[in-house]
């Protein structure tokens, strides 16, 4: 397996912009995290799906943010209309089970200029 | 006060140096993970353990379940070692979730 992969690794965009960044994890995994980095406050979870179904959604920050994942191999996570503050590096990761050893994709650097 | 803490937050050593990172933890577990985050790079799962110790090459972790403490060490440590250690949690009551510490960044010269 080629391992969580997403997309794009860099996205610049202007403000107001729609964003969408998507991830497909690891074939056969259950769980699916999106989680935001930002040097202020280090990794936060935005959303978690298990078996395609979103479980908890409690750290995405505003309405302007929304994931959803259609099948077990793809996942989305769209910021509409976007922010500056939005800027950090968004990352998706994939685990067998909850709370297991989670595979981390390579991230996704947005800039909201 | 963060329910995972790690100290230093930033560290230097020369080539060939022990190194210790540790992690502090408020909650009840079932399990400490330590990661791994290259600059520019993506993150990767160093160890996930529950009890004890594992040592995986130049590295091993540590846990101390009763004073809620983690240890990451890094035996003859090189440049390449240079990332930031990454401590995480995965909570007794929740438990697909991770608490994250902040990090401790680690920078190995020659």
């Known amino acids: 397996d080629a391992g969580v992969i997403q997309s794009p690794r860099h996205e610049v965009t202007e403000m107001g912009q729609e964003v969408t960044l998507r991830c497909k994890p690891i074939?056969?995994?259950?769980?699916l995290f999106w989680y935001r980095q930002t040097m202020m406050r280090g990794l936060e979870l935005l959303i978690y799906?298990?078996?395609?179904?979103?479980?908890?959604d409690s750290g995405m920050p505003e309405d302007r943010f929304s994931a959803k994942m259609p099948n077990a191999s793809f996942s989305t996570l769209k910021i509409q209309p976007s922010e500056p503050r939005d800027s950090a590096v968004y990352f998706c990761?994939?685990?067998?089970?909850?709370?297991?050893?989670?595979?981390f994709g390579q991230g996704t650097r947005l800039t909201v200029v | 006060k963060n329910e995972v803490e790690q100290s230093p937050q930033n560290l230097t050593a020369q080539e060939g140096e022990f190194i210790t990172i540790n992690c502090s933890y408020s909650?009840?577990?079932?399990?400490l993970h330590w990661l791994q985050q290259h600059p520019g790079g993506g993150i990767v799962s160093l160890f996930m353990?529950?009890?004890g110790k594992k040592k995986h090459g130049r590295l091993i972790a540590t846990i101390n379940i009763q004073e809620k403490h983690s240890s990451l060490h890094i035996t003859a440590s090189h440049p390449r070692d240079s990332a930031v250690y990454i401590c995480a949690v995965t909570p007794k009551v929740y438990t697909d979730k991770l608490i994250f510490g902040t990090g401790t960044r680690l920078q190995v010269f020659p």
């Open positions: 990761a994939s685990s067998y089970l909850g709370g297991t050893e989670a595979f």
């Open positions: 799906f298990n078996n395609n179904v979103p479980i908890d």
């Open positions: 909650v009840g577990i079932s399990a």
């Open positions: 353990l529950s009890s």
């Open positions: 074939s056969g995994h259950d769980y």
